[in-house]
């Protein structure tokens, strides 16, 4: 496409400008007022009235539906009150030629693709269960030891947030959760399991009392 320096646009005309007043600005306060006015309205009259303007107002957005596609594939006439117009979006000033090379296009359509690509997938991937997982690989496997010494020892934090348990409870092993924590967990991935020993969700037991009674003592 070239560009011509010495290019003039002819301005719009005291109708145009009128007319497209009128409709972006008067076509939206006119279809508010008409479902303002046929909302409550149960006579057959109205609701004829009512029927004409759905049909009006469906079509005009299947022609902006319309009219958008053509835009996007002839880059002319953004909206469809321009198109009946007659009216283009112009520059104020002249454009000058501008050259962009190619490592830059390919540069910015690589990273737009790349970054599209990640909007796709991320919803997809399970970010709990992939932290779980790596978290399960940093810390070796201990096993299942069913000793209470054990329990009442790794009772002090919580295995997902490292806190003090907020009621605290158990999920088949030795260690303690926070109730939200590991209720939040299983029920965001039914497949939830320990991030420490691997051990699957099988039943939330609620820590007992004579475990957190032998811990108050040995404080």
């Known amino acids: 496409m070239i560009f011509s320096p010495n290019l003039r646009y002819q301005p719009p005309s005291k ?10 600005i008067g076509g939206k306060w006119l279809e508010e ?3 303002d006015l046929f909302r409550n309205r149960h006579i057959a009259s109205f609701r004829k009235a009512k029927q004409c303007v759905n049909l009006v107002v469906g079509l005009l957005k299947l022609g902006r539906l319309i009219n958008f596609l053509i835009f996007l594939q002839r880059g002319k006439f953004a909206t469809l009150t321009e198109r009946l117009l007659g009216i283009r979006s112009v520059f104020c000033r002249p454009q000058n030629v501008r050259e962009v090379g190619f490592e830059y296009m390919n540069r910015e359509l690589l990273w737009h693709g790349f970054a599209e690509f990640l909007i796709f997938l991320l919803p997809l991937v399970n970010i709990q269960k992939l932290k779980g997982k790596l978290s399960s690989w940093c810390i070796p496997l201990t096993g299942a030891p069913s000793s209470d010494s054990t329990l009442a020892t790794s009772g ?10 907020t009621m605290p409870h158990t999920i088949g092993c030795e260690h303690v ?3 939200y924590c590991v209720k ?5 991935d ?7 020993c691997g051990t699957e969700v099988h039943s939330l037991q609620p820590l007992k009392s004579g475990i957190e009674m032998t811990e108050v003592n040995a404080l």
């Open 15 to 24: 109708n145009q400008k009128l007319w497209y007043a009128i409709c972006t």
């Open 33 to 35: 007022r008409c479902y």
């Open 156 to 165: 002090r934090q919580c295995s997902l947030c490292g806190e003090w348990p």
């Open 177 to 179: 959760f926070c109730y």
């Open 184 to 188: 939040s967990s299983f029920l965001f």
């Open 190 to 196: 039914v497949s939830f399991a320990c991030p420490k």
